[in-house]
């Protein structure tokens, strides 16, 4: 048995979706605490895979404690640099905070490409409005650029939450092997998208 360490995207809970019986997937959102259990032990493989926000905070994870570094590492759609020119423009973010209402919450869901396939059921369920905002302004509030320790970056060409391009050169300049994909930011709930990070993983 494999172990999946996935550093889930801005306000999510955990996510439903399989990616074969030899893969467990432990998710870590808000505010991404992992701690090496002895259960760990047991697993033959362990790979941090990280998504959205989720790529920032696995790089912080790592500057932090340099003994996982040699571990494999997956980053989807998402960047160390998460707030400027490789990432998400610093007003936008704050629009965003100062404007989150369900309303625009859905919008948001529909942004990223989830509404438009009508499959949501692979969501554990939504976090509150105040919940979200918390976790919002603290990653404004004490943000800096992170190095990069993403090895494998998986990035999609119709995202329109961090341009492709932007993307793209960030990681051909950090020195990380990029896999270009058709999908949106969300890429879990179209199985085509999860079977190629699969075939990523099998190549680990």
Request: net charge negative; proline share 1%.
């Given at each position: 048995?494999k172990?999946?360490?996935f550093?889930?995207g801005?306000g999510?809970?955990?996510?439903?979706?399989?990616?074969?019986?030899?893969?467990?997937?432990?998710?870590l959102?808000?505010?991404?605490?992992y701690e090496?259990?002895?259960?760990?032990?047991k697993y033959?493989?362990?790979?941090?895979?990280?998504w959205?926000?989720?790529?920032?905070?696995?790089?912080?994870?790592?500057e932090?404690?340099?003994?996982?570094?040699?571990?494999?590492?997956i980053?989807?759609?998402g960047t160390?640099?998460?707030?400027?020119?490789?990432?998400?423009?610093?007003?936008?973010l704050?629009?965003?905070l100062?404007?989150?209402?369900?309303?625009?919450?859905?919008?948001?869901?529909?942004?990223i490409?989830?509404?438009?396939?009508?499959?949501?059921?692979?969501?554990?369920?939504?976090?509150?409005?105040?919940e979200?905002?918390?976790?919002?302004?603290?990653?404004?509030?004490?943000y800096?650029?992170?190095?990069?320790?993403?090895?494998?970056?998986?990035?999609?060409?119709?995202?329109?939450?961090?341009k492709?391009?932007?993307?793209?050169?960030?990681?051909?300049?950090?020195?990380?092997?990029?896999?270009?994909?058709?999908?949106?930011?969300?890429?879990?709930?179209?199985?085509?998208?999860?079977?190629?990070?699969?075939?990523?993983?099998?190549?680990?």
């Amino acid at each position: 048995m494999k172990l999946i360490i996935f550093f889930n995207g801005w306000g999510m809970k955990s996510l439903n979706f399989f990616l074969g019986k030899e893969w467990e997937i432990r998710y870590l959102n808000y505010p991404y605490k992992y701690e090496y259990e002895e259960v760990d032990l047991k697993y033959e493989k362990i790979v941090f895979v990280a998504w959205s926000f989720g790529v920032y905070y696995l790089n912080r994870f790592l500057e932090e404690n340099p003994s996982y570094r040699s571990y494999e590492t997956i980053g989807i759609n998402g960047t160390p640099h998460m707030i400027g020119e490789r990432g998400i423009s610093k007003k936008m973010l704050e629009y965003t905070l100062e404007n989150l209402t369900e309303e625009s919450l859905e919008r948001f869901y529909k942004n990223i490409g989830i509404l438009d396939n009508k499959n949501i059921s692979i969501f554990d369920g939504k976090k509150a409005i105040s919940e979200l905002k918390i976790e919002l302004s603290d990653f404004i509030d004490n943000y800096i650029e992170r190095e990069n320790y993403i090895k494998k970056a998986i990035i999609s060409k119709n995202d329109r939450i961090i341009k492709f391009k932007n993307q793209k050169k960030y990681f051909t300049e950090n020195g990380s092997l990029i896999y270009e994909i058709d999908g949106e930011h969300f890429i879990f709930d179209e199985k085509k998208f999860v079977s190629r990070l699969v075939d990523i993983l099998d190549e680990i």
